[in-house]
């Protein structure tokens, strides 16, 4: 069943511009997989889904074209059309998105390992993250800054 609702789940993001996991659910329980929200977050992580920005300004799952997932390549391209602009104190960095994104940005920044990194906290355009020493968090604001740039 797995294997069904994962091939559906690349056809649907293949046809459609979805937005959302919810988008994404729904769209499979009304071809007959019954799932939850929980389910489609791991089944998008199963297959390395990435959201991609469209000329809308919208962004979107996608798989990559080779159909393998290269984490840094979404990543890097969300980072950069999300970022605003960020700045640091001591072992915190406040990073500013456009709004809508920086939930989105949160994921990303929390899927890098980094035993610094304590976690993050995001609201709808203005991100905290969190390090454990000032030493650390010059260092990953540097990282972030090559990111973005």
Not at 92 to 104: D, E, N, S, Y
């Amino acid at each position: 069943m797995k294997e069904k609702r994962h091939s559906a789940i690349i056809e649907i993001v293949q046809k459609y511009e979805i937005e959302t996991q919810t988008e994404l659910a729904d769209i499979l329980n009304r071809h007959g997989f019954e799932v939850t929200q929980a389910t489609v977050s791991r089944d998008i992580k199963d297959l390395g889904l990435t959201k991609i920005p469209t000329p809308s300004g919208k962004y979107i799952y996608a798989l990559l074209p080779d159909g393998k997932s290269d984490p840094s390549v979404g990543r890097n391209t969300v980072l950069k059309e999300a970022f605003v602009n960020m700045d640091k104190t001591g072992n915190l960095i406040v990073l500013k998105t456009k709004p809508g994104m920086a939930q989105a940005v949160a994921s990303i920044i929390d899927s890098i390992e980094d035993k610094d990194k304590l976690g993050t906290i995001a609201g709808d355009d203005t991100l905290l993250i969190i390090c454990r020493t000032d030493e650390a968090c010059n260092r990953i604001y540097n990282e972030l800054a090559g990111m973005v740039s």
